[in-house]
């Protein structure tokens, strides 16, 4: 299996998997083109982010926004252009909730990979839209270089 495909621990439909690789893929083009907006329209608040470096809680769209919008610059200062979302796994646990681990390579200006980074992210379906939402992050951090 490749790890873009991932692996559900319970029985998903192909919609569902559909629906998660959709957000992931909005997610990172809203981090690289340094979209707060975008980033904050993916996500339902109170939200969490958790790293080793500290953890943040997240009570409202802006301040998603905020931690977002500068993501552009950060990482075009280490010469990362792009990424995308490599799915290592996907765990449906029920219809309201995934939790979703993925692999961020970080990709130059042309396509080659420099280094990557890891999170989980759990998402929750939103009452009001239906649709599926980050609600915490735990940031895994940047794999070492070889």
Not at 107 to 123: F, H, K, Q, W
């Amino acid at each position: 299996m490749r790890p873009d495909q991932g692996s559900a621990t319970k029985s998903q439909t192909s919609s569902e998997a559909h629906e998660v690789r959709a957000l992931l893929d909005k997610f990172a083009r809203a981090i690289t083109a340094g979209d707060g907006a975008a980033a904050a329209s993916l996500w339902q608040v109170p939200a969490f982010v958790l790293g080793a470096d500290g953890a943040m809680a997240l009570s409202s769209l802006a301040e998603i926004q905020r931690f977002y919008g500068g993501s552009k610059q950060q990482y075009n200062d280490r010469g990362v252009v792009d990424t995308r979302a490599e799915i290592v796994d996907e765990d449906h646990i029920d219809d309201k909730l995934v939790v979703v681990k993925v692999r961020w390579p970080y990709l130059d200006a042309a396509g080659n990979e420099v280094g990557a980074e890891r999170s989980d992210y759990t998402l929750a379906r939103d009452d009001d839209s239906g649709e599926l939402r980050v609600r915490s992050v735990l940031m895994r951090g940047v794999e070492p270089t070889h």
